[in-house]
């Protein structure tokens, strides 16, 4: 399949129109008297304060879908139509606007194409809301694990041989589902994924979350529908100009049934979807079909110089696709390695906001990551190199010289190893917490994903080992985050009480 640069609309696809925000401007215009959800009916009942700081304009488009935006409650028209188009954008043979985040997307598409108790090859490198999807389902994960920097502790990307591996060991997985790109910014090879899973008649499911952009524009790594795999979910609202909670879910082909998938959106969604938020990705897509490129060129111009003047400063690294050896690297993320200066990044995340007014999205023990977008410009990407020029030089005299080894080991730890029970088995089972030193040999009932690297060191339904105890212990010992357990500082972890 050939990439999608500027979007060349299939015949009857007109990338100008935007039906839902046509239907909003329609329903304003006639100057509809709701007596309908929601409740506050155009903001008039709404708290004052609350009134002012959105706008009247905003929360008068706060109309139901069906009954709203379509004149009867049970049609769907101008929605499909809209999908339609987005499904032309990404390339798509059918599109669903979501409004829960990618994490409906995962629960959807796995819903739909797995039964309790079927095997699924997923990479070990999951998001949660795929984790949740394996609980809703039942199915059982083949973990796959990707390859880590020997040196940076980051994530590589699954290759397509450990694919081909585990489905030969598995002949009877009914689907692989994997993240791609990372969080860092490394997709996997899909095409040649997509051929590994094909000739054996399996499909693939990618949580592209933080790949909505990646269709847009030829410096990007090829998008999942690009790729050839048969669903893929990608959050609009992470990179691209919608708003958040807003996602696109898009599937190709048969090899998963699309009134299924259609089914499990239904599901796995609000049955009052918010159609300022509809209309958002209304408005990306038009905007990204007609002028992605354009502006993805500006935005990848910005980040690139963003990383060569932060590469220069003292103590600051940032990671780019020579370092880690790609070929295809997210070019607007920034990745930077702030170990050199003598502070963590969550340190540095909190120096950042407090003192410099600049907020990061996200920061682990070894670096805090910033997302460049279309929404960037000259004057936001000067605040960012500035708060780091100061930074830098007023840690010169403190920062270290490159004793980051000891942060970001992570060794067979995060390896998947051995499971008790699925997922979901060990969501259901009664579970009780017990001191992390205790826990060697029981069956985990949670979710452990320490940042870096993001990857789970364990999932609900696997056994516990001296080796991930420890690993664990020491990451807490020194600041490392952890997400998903409920004990945040794991002095206790939530074991599965009575396994079988
Ligand atoms: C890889 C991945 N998948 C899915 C999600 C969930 O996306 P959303 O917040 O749009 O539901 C995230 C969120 O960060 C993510 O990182």
New binding site residues.
């Given amino acids: 399949m050939s990439r999608a640069t500027t979007v060349q609309a299939p015949v009857g696809i007109d990338h100008h129109q935007a039906p839902l925000l046509d239907a909003l401007r329609r329903y304003a215009e006639d100057g509809v008297v709701p007596f309908s959800t929601p409740g506050h009916k155009g903001g008039r009942s709404m708290d004052a304060e609350f009134r002012d700081r959105f706008g009247s304009v905003l929360l008068a488009g706060d109309v139901p879908l069906g009954g709203g935006i379509d004149d009867t409650h049970f049609s769907r028209g101008v929605l499909e139509a809209a999908e339609a188009l987005g499904a032309a954008a990404w390339a798509a043979d059918r599109t669903f606007y979501l409004v ?4 409906a997307g ?1 629960h959807a598409f796995l819903l739909a194409t797995l039964r309790p108790g079927d095997e699924v090859i997923v990479g070990r490198d999951m ?1 949660k ?1 795929l984790m949740v999807a394996l609980m809703l389902t039942g199915a059982v994960p083949i973990y796959v694990e990707p390859q880590l920097h020997p040196e940076l502790s980051v994530g590589l990307g699954i290759r397509p041989e450990s694919i081909a591996a585990a489905l030969d060991a598995h002949p009877e997985a009914r689907l692989v589902a994997l ?1 791609s790109p990372s ?1 860092c910014g490394v997709p996997s090879d899909l095409a040649r994924i997509a051929a590994v899973a094909h000739e054996r008649g399996v499909p693939v499911y990618v ?1 592209e ?2 790949g909505p952009h990646f269709h847009f524009h030829p410096a990007l790594p090829p998008s999942a529908m690009a790729s050839g795999v048969d669903g893929a979910v990608a ?1 609009t ?2 990179i691209l100009g919608a708003l958040t909670q807003s ?1 696109v879910l898009n599937v190709a082909g048969n090899r998963a049934d699309p009134q299924r998938i259609a089914s499990a959106v239904g599901m796995a969604q609000t049955t009052s979807p918010s159609v300022p938020i509809l209309a958002s990705i209304d408005a990306c897509r038009r905007q990204m079909a007609l002028e992605g490129e354009a502006l993805l060129d500006r935005a990848i111009a910005l980040a690139s110089e963003a990383r060569r003047r932060l590469q220069a400063l003292p103590g600051i690294g940032v990671l780019d696709a020579e370092t880690l050896g790609l070929d295809q690297y997210d070019l607007t993320k920034l990745v930077i390695d702030v170990v050199g200066l003598g502070l963590t990044g969550h340190e540095v995340e909190a120096i950042l906001r407090r003192r410099f007014a600049v907020q990061p999205e996200m920061s682990d023990l070894v670096s805090v990551i910033c997302l460049v977008t279309i929404g960037d410009d000259d004057s936001s990407i000067a605040r960012l190199v500035d708060a780091f020029t100061r930074l830098a030089h007023e840690r010169s005299e403190t920062r270290r010289s490159g004793g980051s080894a000891e942060l970001r080991s992570s060794g067979a730890a995060i390896a998947s190893g051995a499971q008790a029970m699925s997922p979901r088995a060990a969501f259901f089972s009664p579970a009780l917490a017990v001191p992390l030193e205790r826990s060697v040999g029981a069956v985990s009932a949670e979710l452990v994903i320490p940042y870096p690297p993001g990857i789970p060191v364990l999932a609900p339904g696997d056994v516990i080992t001296a080796d991930k105890v420890a690993y664990l212990r020491d990451g807490v010992a020194r600041g490392v985050h952890l997400s998903g357990p409920a004990d945040p500082h794991l002095a206790t972890i939530r074991v599965v009480a009575d396994p079988v």
């Fill in positions: 829960n985040g990618s994490s995962n998001h809301s993240v969080y949580d979350a933080w959050s609202h992470k996602a």
